[in-house]
């Protein structure tokens, strides 16, 4: 009833595998190696000198500084270099940023003493080396409030992040004048009860 088809013998077989092979079973012919490989290359070719990699090198440091500083003026916390990215490293601008410290004012009274100190008057003079020695105590005492705070509140509130750097990173913060802190404060400067 039914016409059982026939297996195709060698000779067509041969054939077919003949014309795939010419095709290269994709419909267009298998490229040469060299045309392949200069498919494959990169827009970028390897430097042929010390001074190219060197140049590129610096170029590629540049952009990455210029993006980094891009996002410490936004405070895009993607883009931010190590330094300052995490968890932990915003609970600590924050915490310095919510109040107002001793130590954030320390470049413009230096710099009274300063004055005071190259002054003709014994007594100005004077008043010099006690205001600076009362500027000193004061931010050792604001510094060591500030980081009681924060250890309690890193360790209640981040017990599994790693914390090394965070002390040294607050009072370095805390040190900068606030306009110029980067990444910019995200919270008013008042002090706030229990942190």
């Known amino acids: 009833m039914f016409g059982r088809s026939k297996a195709p013998t060698a000779e067509e077989a041969t054939a077919v595998e003949a014309s795939e092979a010419k095709t290269g079973g994709k419909g267009r012919p298998t490229p040469k190696r060299r045309e ?6 990169r827009a970028s070719t390897a430097p042929k000198t010390r001074k190219e990699a060197y140049r590129s090198m610096r170029e590629k440091q540049r952009e990455e500084r210029t993006h980094q500083m891009a996002a410490l003026r936004t405070g895009d916390e993607r883009n931010l270099p190590p330094r300052d990215r995490g968890p932990v490293r915003r609970y600590v601008r924050d915490v310095v940023d919510a109040r107002r410290s001793v ?4 470049l413009p009274f230096a710099l009274v003493i300063l004055v005071l100190s190259f002054t003709s008057s014994d007594q100005l003079r004077l008043a010099g080396s006690g ?8 931010i050792i005492l604001d510094s060591t409030v500030l980081i009681m705070r924060l250890r309690r509140g890193i360790s209640r509130n981040f017990p599994d992040q790693p ?5 040294p990173y607050a009072l370095m913060r805390s040190m900068q004048i606030r306009r110029f802190r980067l990444p910019p404060p995200r919270l008013k400067g008042r002090r706030r009860s229990g942190s």
């Open 36 to 41: 392949a490989e200069k498919g494959r290359r």
């Open 103 to 106: 130590a954030e004012f320390f």
């Open 131 to 138: 205001l600076w020695v009362v500027l000193v105590v004061l």
């Open 163 to 167: 914390r090394k750097g965070a002390v």
